[in-house]
């Protein structure tokens, strides 16, 4: 079955440092890949996405993500966080075809440390 | 172009009664997709509906149902409201399958709480 793994739940990063969030994902055919921001109390922001292509993707805010296809990863990496990247970070894989839909990872959490 | 809104933002019911919950998608989008959110089982996938077809489906109880209109627009409902139903309902848009962009975009999301 389809799956999407961020194996950290948390990630406490100073302010200023660069940022790696990690997402592994199975799926049999090359997946659409998605990296969305979720505030508290908010819904999600697209950040970035992969089709195909260039598998170094740009997104907003300074964010981008590396599609690595021998490794199923879709890491998001920023080079220096700001206090206002605080926030839940979801990785989705959407499934095509007849079953159109995302399939979510758990998320995971970001902390910046002053 | 305006995002996709949601109403109500909040709501709170009791047990055992029904629910509507609206979205509106950005404009020329076609699908609609409804996801839960909760803390202990994350997000999923409830249904997707394009030009007012149910295309997919989720695994939750036949409680939970939806439609889209010609316009769109779509609401989903919950009836028999149980504890567990207490989440963050958030819709998506996007242009479509076969359109070559399955991005989605999500609106703020509609919080319900049943007591």
């Known amino acids: 079955a389809q799956s999407v793994t961020q194996p950290d739940i948390h990630i406490t990063v100073s302010e200023g440092a660069s940022l790696e969030l990690r997402c592994n994902y199975s799926y049999g055919a090359t997946p659409y890949l998605f990296w969305y921001v979720q505030s508290p109390g908010q819904g999600l922001q697209l950040l970035l996405k992969y089709f195909s292509g260039d598998t170094l993707v740009q997104g907003i805010k300074g964010f981008e993500a590396e599609f690595k296809r021998s490794q199923s990863s879709f890491n998001l990496r920023k080079p220096s966080v700001h206090w206002s990247d605080a926030a839940e970070y979801f990785c989705?894989?959407?499934?095509?075809?007849?079953?159109?839909?995302?399939?979510w990872g758990a998320g995971t959490k970001l902390i910046i440390k002053p | 172009k305006a995002g996709v809104t949601q109403t109500p933002r909040y709501l709170i019911k009791t047990r055992g009664q029904q629910v509507t919950l609206s979205c509106s998608p950005i404009?020329?989008?076609?699908?609609v997709s409804w996801y839960q959110q909760t803390p202990g089982q994350g997000l999923q996938f409830l249904f997707e509906y394009f030009s007012e077809t149910q295309r997919n489906k989720g695994n939750f109880p036949g409680r939970f149902s939806g439609r889209q209109f010609s316009n769109s627009r779509s609401e989903m409902n919950v009836s028999t409201l149980e504890l567990g139903d207490s989440a963050l309902y958030l819709c998506a848009s996007s242009l479509g399958f076969g359109t070559g962009s399955e991005t989605q975009y999500f609106g703020p999301g509609t919080r319900l709480l049943v007591l």
């Open positions: 404009s020329g989008h076609r699908s």
């Open positions: 989705a894989v959407a499934l095509g075809g007849s079953n159109y839909q995302l399939i």
